[in-house]
């Protein structure tokens, strides 16, 4: 019987201290367009405060990151169909939850750097504009959105 | 009835499902006689997540107004300090239970006869929960749209053999106005052999000596950079004043056992505030 051998090193590692700077991108909500009607667009602001889809992140005050959403223009179907999904400048924002703290909207497919100054969390938000075609075969659409977080 | 009320669940407005991973800490730093650490994630979601852990090699850039980014390369050639072919991770994937916690140990096992330095490398991890629909249906025509939501956490991996030093050299300070905020911009070359990482503060003080306002940001150096900060106006006279700025060797995100002792820098310049 083979077994996998574990290198003496990790043997000898030390438990991990509960207490260290930690960093966390958390999905909140999703993007909710609602009702679809067939070859009608449907808009999500990002400003939304039900509809837009939410991320939360934490880090130390003081840090400094990097954000960056990685989101599709089209939602993949039944037999290779597709359904645009229109993603454009200004469609995110990000804000620190502290007082004072003020929208800073951004190119969902660029970089945008975030500075915790007054606080320990931030959220950003997302909306965009769907639009199934008259003729949009029956089925389920999907994709999948990636927000990265970069700490230098 | 049953289609009624089908109709109606994919009409409902859906419970927020939270999805991610919280990792910690932030920066891994690794020396050459241990070449083990870890890295602790926790779900703190009500989903399983899957996670998985890579390494990458890259080091933040600016750019043209700035901003910090990360320049990544995919095959770093043998002049870059990479570690990235030196890592491994137990486990590279898991899933990790809601509100549970996984240590993901890191082995470093560098090839023999490494020179003294400071090698570096990213670890990105990657959370996936389950598909979660991200939209109503069209309830006429039966089509769902769903969006599966991923995050992915990128950071530093510090590898140290031997003897490093750093070391900052700060020049090109300059100012400019940009709405209601004096912007300052410092070209930041690092010295030594290994990343310095810092603290950056800036004081604009008025003629009677007085500081009007105050910025303070975490720094870190590997190559050069060219970065932005900025100090709020709105309120303050017009007049002269003077920009203090100064990089600490200094981080209070990041164990002092982990942080190069280097000296002070410390530059400053008139302003006007029109």
């Keep these: 019987m083979h077994r996998a051998t574990i290198p003496a090193t990790l043997l000898s590692l030390i438990a991990a201290p509960a207490a260290v700077a930690q960093v966390s991108v958390t999905g909140i909500r999703d993007l909710a367009f609602g009702f679809l009607t067939l070859g009608i667009s449907s808009t999500v602001l990002p400003s939304d405060p039900v509809k837009s889809a939410q991320w939360r992140i934490t880090a130390p005050v003081g840090q400094r990151i990097q954000i960056r959403l990685t989101v599709p223009n089209q939602l993949l179907g039944p037999s290779g169909a597709t359904l645009p999904v229109s993603i454009n400048n200004g469609d995110a924002f990000v804000q620190g939850t502290w007082t004072g703290s003020v929208p800073n909207s951004f190119n969902p497919g660029s970089n945008v750097n975030f500075n915790f100054t007054g606080g320990t969390q931030a959220i950003i938000r997302l909306g965009g504009q769907i639009t199934p075609a008259a003729n949009q075969r029956p089925g389920t659409y999907t994709n999948t959105a990636v927000c990265t977080i970069t700490v230098f | ?274």
Excluded at chain 2, 121 to 142: F, H, N
Excluded at chain 2, 238 to 251: A, P
């Design chain 2, 1 to 274: 009835m049953s289609r009624t009320l089908t109709l109606m669940l994919l009409a409902a407005p859906l419970p927020a499902v939270a999805q991610g991973v919280l990792v910690a800490p932030h920066a891994v730093f690794i020396d050459h006689r241990t070449r083990s650490g870890w890295v602790q994630l926790y779900n703190p979601g009500s989903e399983a997540t899957e996670v998985s852990i890579e390494a990458l090699f890259g080091y933040p850039i600016t750019d043209s107004i700035g901003h910090l980014e990360l320049r990544t390369i995919e095959k770093p050639d043998s002049t870059m300090p990479s570690a990235v072919g030196w890592i491994q991770a137990f486990p590279r994937r898991t899933v990790i239970a809601p509100q549970a916690r996984q240590t993901i140990r890191l082995l470093v096992t560098p090839p023999a006869g490494i020179a003294d330095g400071e090698y570096w490398a990213r670890l990105a991890i990657t959370a996936k929960g389950s598909a979660v629909p991200v939209s109503g249906a069209d309830t006429s025509q039966g089509i769902t749209v769903g969006l599966n939501l991923e995050v992915r956490t990128i950071i530093p991996m510090v590898y140290r053999k031997g003897s490093v030093t750093t070391g900052l050299k700060v020049s090109s300070l300059r100012t400019s106005m940009e709405a209601d905020s004096l912007v300052i911009r410092a070209r930041l070359a690092r010295q030594g052999s290994a990343a310095y990482l810092g603290t950056v503060r800036g004081a604009l003080v008025d003629a009677t000596g007085v500081s009007r306002g105050t910025f303070e940001s975490p720094i870190s150096v590997y190559y050069d950079i060219d970065p932005r900060f900025a100090i709020g106006t709105t309120g303050l006279a017009s007049g002269r004043y003077l920009l203090r700025f100064s990089v600490t060797s200094e981080r209070s995100d990041i164990a002092v056992e982990q942080t190069l002792k280097a000296a002070t820098v410390r530059d400053s310049i008139e302003v006007r505030i029109r």
